[in-house]
């Protein structure tokens, strides 16, 4: 199984300033035939379900603020999010969907300095 | 709009069988890869199960196989999974979830979850 180790564990930002999440693949997700990185990032707000930020390692889903960036390839991954909102506190997690089962991280708790 | 809604949980004994429902609407629900998902109170995410848009192909994590069987009725636009053999570290909230597109697999809709707890 491909493990997914996320850090910090947890971090405090104040607002307006810049959160950064990695996420390290313990085998690469990267899919040479395509080029692209299997690695998903999410959101998880407190009572709600995980909401997809970002797809194939950088796509920005529809909807979600451009504050919110996804980098990385093979196996280190960023999420950034610039200018941090009070609606960021959330949970993070990264997910790989390269191949099954698929694997998460253990998450970020990023909370409000 | 996308709306996946789970029902079916609810408290089991050790040793027991539930079998969870995930009602779909806003889309072609036949043409999406479809999952479980779990999450331990206060923990994290754990993928269970995938099924393919016309039931032929599954996937199951390794310590669900075997006592857990993913389905789907297209026809009813309805996602299941039929899990026996529950053991107390079955406790979780379950999760289905729609895959992003026909060429990403990746859960990207989910649904609000249903809780099962597997207590004597």
């Known amino acids: 199984d491909i493990v997914m180790t996320q850090s910090p564990d947890s971090l405090a930002v104040s607002l307006g300033e810049r959160a950064t999440i990695n996420c390290k693949s313990s085998q690469s997700v990267l899919f040479r035939s395509n080029n692209k990185n299997y690695l998903g990032w999410y959101q998880q707000k407190l009572g709600q379900p995980p909401k997809l930020l970002i797809s194939w390692a950088s796509t920005r889903e529809s909807g979600v603020p451009d504050r919110f960036t996804g980098s990385g390839s093979g196996t280190d991954f960023t999420l950034t999010i610039n200018s941090l909102q009070a609606e960021d506190v959330a949970v993070y997690y990264c997910?790989?969907?390269?191949?099954?089962?698929?694997?998460f991280g253990q998450g970020t708790k990023l909370e409000l300095k | 709009e996308v709306q996946l809604v789970e029902s079916g949980g609810g408290l089991v004994q050790p040793g027991g069988s539930l079998r969870l429902s995930c009602a779909a609407s806003?889309?072609?629900?036949?043409?999406?890869?479809m999952h479980w998902v779990r999450q331990t109170p206060g923990k994290g995410l754990v993928w269970v199960s995938r099924?393919?848009?016309?039931?032929?192909?599954?996937d199951y994590a390794d310590s669900v196989k075997g006592r857990f069987s993913i389905s789907r009725d297209n026809a009813k636009n309805t996602l299941y999974v039929q899990m026996n053999s529950l053991r107390v570290e079955d406790t979780a909230v379950y999760f289905c979830a729609r895959a992003l597109s026909s060429t990403s697999l990746l859960p990207a809709y989910w649904g609000q979850g249903t809780l099962v707890t597997v207590s004597s």
């Open positions: 997910q790989q969907y390269y191949g099954t089962p698929y694997t």
């Open positions: 806003g889309f072609t629900f036949s043409s999406y890869w």
């Open positions: 099924i393919s848009g016309d039931g032929s192909d599954a």
